[in-house]
């Protein structure tokens, strides 16, 4: 990922239009007229070898003519031409160009690829960076830059929209320009032959003006890039999404459009969810999500109130809350006293709080005031349709006047009608307050904030350690998969894919092999008690389709019998199928069982993705499942449970038990641990998966298998735990700890090291006196993500108890292009001069220096004189802070230390 030099994009102090025209409507003209009028303050010099001029404006024969090299260049000429003008703008220096021009491969033309390529490959020795081809153009209303050829300029504002569309960014700018709403940019990314979305969210997660970023998607080429971008932007503003492509059709619509393919839907909308982000599915949509999210309103959960002068109106947004599953807000007895004392006696007397229809502004007033003091609600949504009786505008105008006293409240409104309503919804707009133009609307603003707040959540929760539970025997599990890997096999069998999973210490029904019908009966009696046969064949994966599925067999001879029927049936059904056998199995005794299904898939952009959901034999009607990516924690093991229908029967129900819903959240977790550690596997199913108050059991399951893939590759969207990281490190005292990566469920572990620290030693680190770090603080710093930042703990036995406790932890943050880190090492005071932290300090050089970083840095109190000694130790320059004599700035360059040592590849 890189941010390098889209400053000279957004922020240029000279801009040239190649290929301006003067001819009307065409797109130079265009180009030109915004460049030039939409306040940018600096030189916008057009190059045309036919025009001495364009709108007044001397034009230039060509790039060696123009008397200063531009920041930035904005190119509409033929595709052949293009390749050759990056070259030329590249060698004057320029660092940006935002390419307009069509014919780069879209519809999967091999000429537009090649001309794409040498573009690129034009650009690359320069350091340019290229917007496009094939998009609308960028703005930057802040500084007066409209490079694009839009029908009319951005207004300024703090909102940043990125889109792949150009007609999506149109439209979005003539929606936001008669609403008041402005941007803070507005980017086209056309075919993203560069500058994709990851590079955009990481640059306006950091810019200062951009509060929220919109994102318009119909597909993009690196998951684990926008994944890692979009994680680390949405801890600190809002991103919303909409992603085109949703169904078969709009998907190959999206491919010829941007000549690239995408995944499938559920997963991107699982990716959506990981990374939090908040996901709109239309334009409708989109436009009031800006609206929401523009007012900067915030919500703690999903308990509305409503307030209207129509009962009608009450129960269509009742309605949605419910079809939306928010909850109604349950009025607390005083409220309603309250209520009672400024409200007429034919009051609702509940929620929605109906105030009757000839209700006016002060009526209006008393009730949001009476409802707002109400703590059991967590927005108020205020409702209004046109009656004769009453004042649409007035009541508006009370409306504003409680909700400005209020303003940490969520308000949102919605005036029914196109009379009054207009006029009281402008009034609204100007206070930044959220307006809708149904109750429908409104209440799916409501719930935006909700699930904005959801995904905010899963960032941000701490889940318990599963360490102690399981422990996977990879050994075993690779060596049966290199056994069909070796058979050339990319399937395994039943018995090996079970085997497989008892690797991973997930419970499987008690199994045996046979060969013939006659052992089938052998193998019966030996069970003792009601048994099921499947056909074992390496050609059937779906055995129950061909009639290879026998249940609840109470004899060896029924057994016997049964498996030679089989033979016969399959034998009609598939005859060029090899049958190798049949496995006997226990029936399972699991009273109130149900049956789930879990397992892996492979998506074409995401990697794998772990599935749960309703199973049997019906599980394609039924249709009930749920994705993530992993790794899995089981507090997103619940989420992604919590996401199916079948969730609340697990839950209990009458007078069956409730399924122990921990043993499922594990088995979760544990598949998705098998797919993090072996590459091997492609596909997964385990169908059924019996789960009941006693714990699960995997009845089936089939496997598919493939080579592993080599060291480096990008098989996970999310970078999983690197393992490979731990390390035992011994002290001189012969005390001896494992260093290894943070993991998230570190966070009381890190509390409880901070509460070991003295408050010196604190000040020293954080450069400020904490008594205890925050949940929010605690969180984001056990939570990292490992593909752009790095932590390690130092662990050893705790003082007290057998449990463990973290000693020492150590850190960088690396910038997007990976070219320097920022350090940070802690340890226990009662742990310091005893070399724990040297020892850190080495492993974070060394991990940093195998990752390719160029530099890390820190600073540090000039008093803190046993971090500078250990600086100069390890290699560290100083240099003395001017602005601030107490800050010592301390670097080291790792390329001589890349150069001494081999670079070491992670595993994806």
């Not at 050829?149 to 504002?157: D, I, K, R, T, V």
């Not at 990851?198 to 994102?215: K, S």
């Not at 504003?400 to 409240?409: A, F, L, S, T």
Request: net charge negative; hydrophobic share 45%; proline share 6%.
């Amino acid at each position: 990922m890189s941010i390098r030099n889209l400053d000279s994009l957004f922020k240029p102090r000279s801009v040239a239009v190649i290929g301006a025209s003067r001819r009307v409507r065409s797109i130079g003209a265009v180009l030109s007229h915004n460049l030039l009028n939409a306040g940018f303050d600096g030189p916008v010099m057009p190059v045309n070898p036919h025009e001495r001029s364009i709108e007044a404006t001397l034009a230039y024969r060509s790039i060696d003519d123009l008397p200063i090299t531009p920041d930035l260049a904005v190119i509409c000429t033929p595709p052949p031409s293009v390749p050759e003008i990056i070259d030329n703008l590249g060698s004057r220096g320029t660092k940006a160009a935002v390419i307009i021009t069509a014919g780069f491969g879209e519809g999967g033309s091999e000429e537009g690829k090649g001309l794409l390529q040498r573009t690129l490959d034009a650009a690359r020795p320069h350091l340019m960076r290229i917007v496009g081809p094939n998009c609308l153009g960028v703005m930057a209303p802040h500084i007066g830059l409209n490079a694009s050829f839009a029908h009319l300029n951005s207004l300024p504002g703090d909102l940043a929209f990125v889109t792949q569309s150009g007609a999506i960014a149109t439209a979005v700018l003539d929606w936001a320009v008669h609403r008041q709403i402005g941007f803070s940019h507005v980017v086209s990314l056309g075919d993203m032959g560069d500058v994709d979305f990851g590079d955009m969210i990481d640059y306006l997660a950091a810019d200062p003006q951009t509060r929220g970023i919109l994102l318009y998607i119909e597909s993009f080429a690196d998951a684990r890039k926008f994944m890692s971008a979009g994680r680390a932007a949405a801890r600190s503003k809002p991103v919303v999404v909409i992603k085109a492509g949703r169904t078969a059709a709009a998907a190959a619509a999206a491919a010829s459009h941007t000549g690239a393919l995408a995944g499938a839907d559920a997963v991107f909308d699982a990716a959506f969810r990981r990374a939090g982000m908040l996901r709109v599915f239309d334009l409708d949509e989109l436009f009031d999500a800006v609206e929401t999210l523009a007012s900067g309103l915030r919500v703690h959960g999903d308990r509305l109130c409503i307030v209207t002068n129509g009962g009608g109106l009450g129960v269509l947004a009742t309605e949605a809350v419910s079809d939306e599953t928010g909850r109604m807000a349950a009025l607390r007895p005083e409220t309603v006293e309250r209520l009672n004392g400024c409200l007429p006696p034919t009051w609702s007397h509940g929620n929605p709080v109906d105030i009757i229809g000839d209700a006016p502004g002060k009526r209006y007033a008393d009730a949001l005031e009476g409802v707002l003091a109400d703590p059991d609600k967590d927005a108020t949504l205020v409702l209004n349709c046109p009656v004769a009786v009453a004042d649409s505008i007035d009541a508006a105008r009370a409306t504003v006047d409680v909700i400005e006293k209020h303003r940490h409240q969520p308000v949102l409104t919605s005036w029914l009608g196109e009379g009054a309503a207009v006029e009281a919804r402008r009034l609204f707009a100007e206070r930044r307050i959220p307006t809708y133009d149904t109750p429908g609307k409104a209440v799916r603003g409501f719930m935006h904030l909700v699930r904005y707040k959801r995904n905010q959540e899963l960032l941000m929760q701490t889940p318990p350690s599963v360490a102690e539970h399981f422990q996977p025997d990879m050994q075993a599990a690779q060596a049966i998969i290199r056994g069909a890997l070796d058979e050339g096999r990319a399937w395994l069998t039943e018995p090996e894919a079970k085997e497989l999973l008892a690797a991973y210490d997930i419970p499987v029904v008690k199994t045996r092999t046979v060969a013939n019908p006659d052992e089938a009966g052998k193998a019966a009696a030996e069970f003792g008690g009601p048994v099921a046969i499947k056909i074992l064949s390496p050609d059937i994966t779906h055995k129950s389709d061909v009639g290879g599925v026998r249940l609840n067999l109470l004899t060896p001879d029924a057994t016997r019998e049964a498996a030679a029927r089989m033979l016969e049936t399959i034998k009609g059904v598939a005859p060029d199928a090899r049958i190798d056998g049949f496995t006997v199995q226990e029936m399972a005794d699991l009273p109130g069982r149900h049956e789930l299904i879990a397992g892996i898939a492979d998506d074409s952009l995401f990697g794998p993705v772990i599935m749960f959901g309703a199973g049997g034999t019906a599980v394609e009607v039924l249709n009930d499942t749920a994705i993530a990516l992993p790794p899995l924690n089981v507090l997103l093991a619940r989420e992604m449970m919590s996401r199916t229908r079948i969730w609340k029967l697990l839950q209990g129900y009458r007078d069956r038990p409730a399924a122990d819903l921990a043993a499922i959240e594990l088995t979760l977790v544990k598949l998705s641990q098998l797919v993090c550690d072996l590459s091997e596997v492609v596909e997964l199913d385990i169908n059924p998966l019996l789960a009941s108050d006693k714990g699960v059991l995997a009845l089936d399951a089939r496997v598919k298998v493939r080579q592993p893939l080599p060291a480096g590759s990008k098989r996970l969207a999310i970078r999983p735990y690197p393992k490979r990281l731990e390390k035992v490190f011994v002290l001189k005292d012969g005390r001896g700890f494992l260093i290894r990566p943070i993991r998230p469920e570190d966070e009381p572990d890190l509390q409880d090291m901070i509460g070991h620290c003295t408050q010196e030693d604190i000040r020293l680190r954080f450069f400020t006196p904490l008594k205890h770090l925050t949940h929010e603080v605690a969180a984001r710093l056990s939570q990292i993500d490992y593909h752009r930042e790095m932590a390690l703990v130092a662990v050893g036995r705790a003082d007290k108890g057998d449990g463990e406790a973290v000693y020492g932890v150590v850190r960088i943050t690396a910038d997007p292009d990976n070219e320097k880190a920022e350090y940070g090492v802690l340890v226990r005071s009662d742990m310091k001069g005893h070399g724990l932290g040297y020892g850190l300090m080495q492993e974070i050089i060394d991990y940093a220096r195998s990752r390719g970083i160029g530099q890390i840095y820190g600073e540090v109190l000039r008093e803190n004189r046993a971090m500078l000694k250990m600086c100069r130790e390890l290699g560290f320059h100083h240099r003395f802070d001017r602005d601030d004599p107490r800050v010592v700035h301390v670097t080291i360059d790792l390329q001589q230390l890349a150069e001494e040592k081999p670079e070491v590849l992670e595993p994806a």
